[in-house]
């Protein structure tokens, strides 16, 4: 069976391979860079309030104003704290970097162990009543949290340190795809160096990086990695894995 190449995220259909900006500086370059992604079929750009000390979101304001009908750009805060006054301060400078009055999708960036998740997430949720924020996420968690955050406000994402070398949250990865939560895992590349996956690839005349997104979309239907790049040839390859089906034995392999 093919793997899907779209995901929902709510009532939004996406791309299942985004673009992770954690590198991304503000230069006319890297603006450019962010427009030819969107062009290329990125559909969901990812970003946080601490990347690059907030030139990752004021790149992707200058780049998208307005964001393309279809695209979700998602952003984090709460890294360091997550007491309400600071997320509300960063939620906001947020708003102002991306040009935007809605943020697509906004993750609680980590839970901070001296504030409850369900005051963090609280916060999170009066934006999206508000409007300021389309879809909330969650990022760095266990079920037991998600579930705690569902209680709180809708979960329409969780965002987990995954690979084929970090493989701690497959708990979680299932719990999505049960639950219909889009996962996205962030590093996702790792393990490009492993034989097995240098193998498979070149079976298919593909790169490893391509084999390794590739298992990653089947592992779960509701998997959408975030490679990060700077380059619109990497971002293009990316994609191209949409297209690469392994085998079962491949798949097998590499799990």
Not at 129 to 140: D, E
Not at 211 to 235: E, N
């Amino acid at each position: 069976m093919a793997t899907p190449p779209h995901l929902n995220l709510g009532d939004i259909p996406l791309r299942r391979i985004g673009l992770g900006t954690n590198g991304l500086t503000n230069t006319p370059e890297n603006v450019a860079f962010i427009r030819q992604a969107a062009e290329a079929g990125i559909t969901m750009i990812d970003t946080a309030h601490v990347y690059t000390r907030g030139e990752s979101e004021a790149t992707i304001g200058s780049a998208l104003p307005p964001v393309p009908e279809g695209c979700v750009v998602a952003t984090k805060g709460g890294y360091d704290s997550g007491r309400p006054e600071t997320l509300r301060k960063q939620i906001e400078e947020s708003l102002r970097r991306l040009r935007t009055d809605r943020i697509g999708l906004y993750y609680l960036h980590r839970i901070d162990p001296e504030t409850p998740l369900e005051e963090s997430l609280a916060t999170i949720e009066d934006f999206r009543r508000a409007g300021s924020v389309g879809y909330v996420g969650l990022s760095n968690v266990s079920v037991e949290q998600i579930e705690r955050g569902r209680a709180v406000s809708p979960i329409a994402a969780v965002q987990n340190h995954f690979n084929l070398s970090e493989r701690q949250h497959d708990q979680v990865v299932d719990y999505c795809a049960q639950e219909g939560i889009v996962f996205v895992p962030y590093f996702p590349l790792r393990g490009e160096a492993r034989p097995e996956v240098v193998e498979i690839a070149q079976r298919h005349g593909a790169t490893p990086a391509q084999a390794i997104l590739a298992w990653l979309l089947r592992r779960s239907a509701t998997t959408l990695p975030i490679p990060g790049s700077l380059s619109i040839d990497h971002v293009t390859e990316n994609l191209a894995a949409l297209e690469l089906e392994l085998t079962d034995a491949e798949f097998e392999t590499l799990a």
